[in-house]
């Protein structure tokens, strides 16, 4: 059975009365209108514009089995539907319990530091989140959470807009807020009325061919060289080079394989044949136990020793430009992109859901400037 639009009804999170409550929008029609009065005890709401049942399995299941095959429910805004970051590893909050605060200053609910560590965020996610959150809370110290509703987080923001902060900032505080309304309190898409700034269209940084074989070159550590060689040369995530095992290494095929990346996803990218012979040198001296690259006491190479070897072989090499680990995967799509690799094959490498965020590198590869005659060239000048 087909519905058209006026035979839709979409579930909503709502808070009111420090109850959660089961909203239903839909447009009016008769027949809707007649079925929702034989819900438990539906209310209207002015403030949400909205009728509103309390929220619990048995007034769930009751919209379900009267709707059936008279209106679609729609619930993309009730359910969660996230996956858990699998690869993520332990958290660790001791700064967040040995800190010390104001004893006037509202700190994070121990609910929501629970749930970061249920769903398995990472360390900087974490310390994102509880930064955000509790700044917002402060904002508000004296007022209980629960009252808390979409009026106030923009009013909030707009604090934050009148105090210059970036678009990424906002976002950042619609995230952590969202995340306590949302998650914590298991109200998906509360806030679903909670106006974003567009983001801005950043240009990633890149470093040209010769940058590369510099830096390469003037590394003399053979660790420190192949760690940068299979950033650059696969297009990898600082995180997905720390959790790379030895067994993620097919020289067979030339391949690497990604586990659990961004979205948790499993994904292959290229193997770089010269890069293939460090290694070799490299297996046989360092000698890895479990992952590719460890420390000296085993285990995970650390994210930051990896960002300091990048930065001083830039250094060493005399290349003044700011180089991360982020702009060497930046390097790699758009050299691949300048020597005619489909945009497509790209995405895959990288590990893109979207082909959009892959063709942010069509307006920073210069092969096809390359071929435009400058005009100034083409006048006499004295």
């Not at 070159?217 to 060689?229: F, M, S, V």
């Not at 460890?294 to 300091?308: A, D, F, H, T």
Request: charged letters at 25%; glycine letters at 4%.
């Amino acid at each position: 059975m087909k519905y058209n639009h006026q035979y839709a009804i979409t579930l909503k999170h709502l808070l009111i009365e420090n109850q959660k409550q089961i909203g239903l929008k839909f447009y009016p029609n008769k027949v809707i209108q007649a079925l929702i009065k034989e819900l438990p005890n539906p209310k209207w709401s002015n403030e949400f514009g909205m009728v509103y049942i309390l929220n619990n399995k048995s007034n769930l299941d009751k919209i379900f089995e009267k709707f059936r095959a008279v209106a679609w429910v729609n619930c993309s805004h009730f359910f969660i539907n996230r996956p858990i970051d699998i690869e993520n590893g332990p958290i660790d909050v001791n700064w967040f319990r040995k800190r010390t605060v104001d004893k006037n200053y509202r700190v994070c609910p121990e609910e929501y530091l629970m749930k970061l560590e249920l769903k398995k965020y990472s360390n900087n996610t974490v310390k994102t989140y509880v930064k955000f959150f509790e700044a917002f809370i402060n904002h508000y110290k004296h007022v209980n959470l629960l009252s808390l509703n979409e009026n106030d987080v923009r009013s909030y923001l707009q604090k934050l807009v009148q105090e210059n902060r970036s678009n990424s900032y906002l976002n950042q505080a619609i995230n952590a807020i969202k995340f306590y309304y949302e998650v914590v309190l298991e109200m998906p898409n509360r806030f679903y009325a909670i106006e974003r700034p567009r983001k801005n269209q950043v240009l990633p940084k890149v470093l040209s061919k010769e940058d590369i074989s510099i830096i390469i070159n003037n590394t003399i550590n053979l660790k420190h060289r192949c760690i940068i060689g299979i950033l650059y040369s696969s297009g990898l995530r600082r995180s997905e080079l720390l959790n790379l095992k030895i067994s993620d290494i097919d020289s067979k095929r030339m391949t690497i394989r990604v586990e659990g990346a961004k979205g948790n996803k499993d994904r292959y990218t290229l193997l770089s044949e010269s890069l293939l012979k460090d290694l070799r040198v490299y297996f046989k001296e360092w000698k890895p136990k479990k992952y590719l690259f460890e420390g000296l006491r085993g285990g995970k190479y650390s994210p930051e020793s990896v960002s300091k070897v990048i930065k001083n072989s830039a250094k060493n090499a005399r290349v003044n430009k700011q180089v991360t680990p982020h702009i060497l995967r930046h390097s790699f799509a758009t050299h691949l992109l300048e020597a005619g690799t489909d945009l497509r094959y790209i995405q895959t490498l990288l590990g893109h859901n979207s082909s959009r965020t892959t063709e942010i590198y069509t307006h920073v590869a210069i092969s096809s400037f390359k071929k435009i005659k400058n005009p100034l060239d083409s006048i006499h000048l004295e």
